[in-house]
């Protein structure tokens, strides 16, 4: 099925591997103009004559891989490939709604609960999603033999743990009612340690690194989001939610994933102590480099084992020489409803964590960057613009159609917060002004576009992306998950999202909806934004910026 392009794809991958830029050479140093090395640097322009050949099936196609795919197939050199079909997809559009379907996927849950998230909020929509967890864990304590349901929750150890009332106080009653039942993991990033550990203050300590992987599953239905487990993700804070239905093996997946990340983890006591399992290394006092090592082994044994289940289930399906199972006798059977129909949408679960040396989200995104063809159009989405310097040099020298959406000032989630953070939206004006200027300089100003979301009341979560290929009123692929893009995403946090390629009219019919909601709300930038008095930035702020702007 592959052909050539896994040849191609690996000679991309090892060059991404050599340069640690997917092939793009990193930024040069400033000289008097603050953009003058985009307008020096002719490998920019020249960067699509330059990049690697797109990968793309130049050998006969198997005649039983469906042909939708073939563009695409190259990211199951990486991760496992699950075909399903686009009838399981559904997206959904607003807080509320994803709100109301964890209640409704709680109380329905017979066999596991599994969440990760940045941090559970301690207002009384979070509270009553813990009703919901220990009313459901209720109804299996009391059923005939052993309870069945498991609860698996993964946090981050630092934003869990802020103030008095937090994340860890809201589920220890669930761990004293239900010690057999529950587990809480808080992952603790081995980057903070030390001295460090002891002077950064709460708050200014989560700028270090995160267990950011927003993953909601109940038996075998999956959410994937950006969203945290707090009140504005229920009410006014937009974001991305997608629920995979009756997806067995993708739910195993990320059990196994959450489960990974919660073995290296601390554990959380009934007594609101923590520690870690036995004969774990410990994230910050035990040896960073063997903890990492552990983590990173854990990690790529689940995606690994993954990967080859999924590769002899395609085989098995569409690849077996045994008599009886053509193309025909597998069509007989699907008729007579032996087999599963034919997928028609395949998921390709992406992992960034490069405090363990995984980088395989960053790949994959670099490539679909680096290869999509001129005419393609990508919608990319994130409520934090700071690109990081590989993404932008990609953006700004190859092919595609760009139209990139932001939160405006007003709907950024710090705006009109205290102290040093209430500058933060105002050094993302700065950042997106650098870049703009870094267009129009190109005079890209036409083929790269940025867009702002303005809502009043609400505020801007939602990132990812759409790609459109050249001709086509609809996408085919969409990233869907946590990652902003940004420095964090690649280098600091751990994240995770999913590559969904379809090729059902109806399914990209609701992603372009999707597409098309998020971007009704935006106004195009131009010159004279940067003109008006709110998106003006202090001195200071533009002096810090580029010290700090690797921490948000």
Same mark, same amino acid.
């Given at each position: ?43 920019? %322009? ?89 009313? !459901? ?11 069945? %349901? ?7 150890? !630092? ?57 909601? %599953? ?89 990967? !080859? ?123 997106? @002004? ?26 801007? @979560?939602?990132?990812?992306?759409? %790609? ?58 131009? !010159? ?25």
């Amino acid at each position: 099925c592959h052909g050539q392009a896994d040849v191609c794809v690996m000679g991309i991958i090892q060059k991404w591997l050599v340069t640690g830029t997917g092939g793009t050479t990193s930024a040069l140093p400033d000289t008097e103009c603050p953009h003058s090395h985009f307008l020096q640097s002719s490998w920019l %322009l020249l960067a699509p004559l330059l990049t690697p050949p797109v990968p793309v099936i130049t050998a006969p196609p198997c005649s039983l891989c469906p042909e939708g795919a073939h563009r695409f197939q190259w990211i199951r050199n990486l991760v496992p490939e699950f075909g399903i079909s686009s009838s399981h997809v559904k997206v959904l559009s607003s807080p509320a709604e994803f709100y109301e379907l964890l209640k409704v996927q709680i109380k329905a849950a017979k066999r596991r609960v599994v969440m990760a998230s940045l941090y559970l909020g301690t207002g009384l929509l979070e509270q009553e999603l813990v009703y919901c967890l220990e009313e !459901t864990l209720e109804k299996s304590l009391q059923a005939k033999g052993s309870p069945d %349901l498991r609860v698996s929750i993964l946090l981050d150890y !630092t934003r869990g743990s802020r103030g008095r009332k937090n994340s860890r106080t809201m589920l220890i009653p669930l761990l004293q009612r239900f010690p057999e039942q529950v587990r809480v993991s808080l992952f603790h990033t081995p980057n903070l340690r030390g001295l460090l550990r002891l002077l950064i203050p709460e708050r200014f300590n989560e700028t270090i690194g995160l267990q950011h992987i927003k993953v909601y %599953l109940f038996d075998d239905n999956v959410i994937l989001s950006g969203a945290n487990l707090s009140d504005l993700y229920f009410t006014n804070r937009q974001d991305r939610y997608v629920l995979l239905r009756d997806s067995p093996e993708i739910a195993d997946f990320f059990t196994e994933l959450v489960d990974a990340i919660g073995d290296v983890s601390l554990q959380l006591q009934q007594d609101n102590t923590v520690q870690m399992m036995e004969g774990m290394v410990h994230p910050y006092q035990g040896d960073k480099v063997a903890y990492c090592e552990i983590a990173n082994r854990r990690v790529m044994e689940v995606i690994n084992s993954a990967r !080859t289940r999924q590769e002899l289930l395609h085989a098995k399906t569409f690849h077996s020489n045994q008599p009886g199972n053509s193309l025909l006798s597998q069509q007989g059977s699907q008729a007579s409803g032996n087999l599963k129909p034919e997928p028609d949408t395949w998921i390709y679960p992406l992992i960034q964590m490069k405090p363990f040396g995984i980088q395989i989200d960053e790949m994959v995104t670099e490539t679909l960057l680096t290869e999509a063809e001129r005419d393609a159009r990508i919608y990319l989405t994130t409520g934090y613009f700071n690109l990081t310097q590989a993404y932008m040099d990609l953006i700004l020298g190859t092919r595609a159609e760009y139209r990139i959406l932001l939160a405006s000032p007003e709907v950024n989630g710090f705006f009109g917060a205290k102290g040093v953070a209430g500058a933060i939206p105002a050094a993302y004006v700065y950042i997106e @002004h650098q870049f703009y200027s870094e267009v129009c300089c190109l005079q890209q100003q036409e083929r790269v576009q940025l867009q702002e979301y303005s809502r009043p009341g609400w505020t801007f @979560h939602a990132k990812g992306l759409w %790609l459109y290929l050249a001709g086509s009123d609809l996408p085919c692929l969409t990233l869907i998950g946590s990652p902003n893009f940004g420095y964090r995403s690649v280098h600091r946090d751990l994240e995770a999202q999913v590559a969904i390629v379809t090729e059902n009219k109806a399914l990209q019919q609701q992603l372009h909806q999707e597409q098309e909601q998020l971007y009704l709300c935006s106004g195009v930038v131009s !010159t004279s934004t940067f003109e008006q008095p709110s998106r003006y930035v202090k001195l200071w702020v533009k002096l810090v910026t580029p010290l700090i702007k690797n921490f948000f």
